[in-house]
T-cell receptor, first 110, second 114 residues
Framework: GDSVTQMEGPVTLSEEAFLTINCTYTATGYPSLFWYVQYPGEGLQLLLK?????DKGSNKGFEATYRKETTSFHLEKGSVQVSDSAVYFCALKGFQKLVFGTGTRLLVSP | SQTIHQWPATLVQPVGSPLSLECTVE??????LYWYRQAAGRGLQLLFY??????ISSEVPQNLSASRPQDRQFILSSKKLLLSDSGFYLC????FGTGDQPQHFGDGTRLSIL
């Protein structure tokens, strides 16, 4: 079945450092891919998405490119801020429902 | 614009008591609706989803049930709560269909079972 694998956290960075959170997927066909962010005590918010190969999703300085050849959708940001501290979930859209990775916690220190 | 409301925000219940969590969506018609559970420090587990009134798909066998009495209302219930039912429960909606529509989440209910 469909599945998403994310790097285990926590990822600990200093402010202004470069961020990469790896995400790979297994799916039949060509699913849409998403990154969600969850701030402490809150629900999930859609961060960005890509619907086909080579699409790049971007939002709030975050980017991810849909790589069909490596079945990956890695999340990147050039310069993180303390306010980016959260849990990040990679997900793919299967039939009628999303399949989530286990989440990666990001901790950014001043 | 569309909004999703979930309540209560927090709930403390004794083992064996009943449960009812409610979720409503405004600003759209015939949405797909979802209930997830997030255990402490874990990922999201899809519990139920619904593509229409009275249509419920269960993803995992458990102590919980779901109902959709109205188009934009989704209820999560239990007759007798277990300790293992503790967690963060999230409701979500998406536009009807199987395309690339993202899901939009409520703020969640933190359920603690004593």
């Amino acid at each position: 079945g469909d599945s998403v694998t994310q790097m285990e956290g926590p990822v600990t960075l200093s402010e202004e450092a470069f961020l990469t959170i790896n995400c790979t997927y297994t799916a039949t066909g060509y699913p849409s891919l998403f990154w969600y962010v969850q701030y402490p005590g809150e629900g999930l918010q859609l961060l960005l998405k890509a619907t086909k190969a080579d699409d790049k999703g971007s939002n709030k300085g975050f980017e991810a490119t849909y790589r069909k050849e490596t079945t990956s959708f890695h999340l990147e940001k050039g310069s993180v801020q303390v306010s980016d501290s959260a849990v990040y979930f990679c997900a793919l859209k299967g039939f009628q429902k999303l399949v989530f990775g286990t989440g990666t916690r990001l901790l950014v220190s001043p | 614009s569309q909004t999703i409301h979930q309540w209560p925000a927090t709930l403390v219940q004794p083992v064996g008591s009943p449960l009812s969590l409610e979720c409503t969506v405004e600003g759209t018609s015939n949405p797909n609706l979802y209930w997830y559970r997030q255990a402490a420090g874990r990922g999201l587990q899809l519990l139920f989803y619904s593509v229409g009134i009275g249509q419920i798909s269960s993803e995992v066998p458990q102590n919980l049930s779901a109902s959709r009495p109205q188009d934009r209302q989704f209820i999560l219930s239990s007759k007798k709560l277990l300790l293992s039912d503790s967690g963060f429960y999230l409701c979500a909606w998406s536009l009807f269909g199987t395309g690339d529509q993202p899901q939009h989440f409520g703020d969640g209910t933190r359920l603690s079972i004593l």
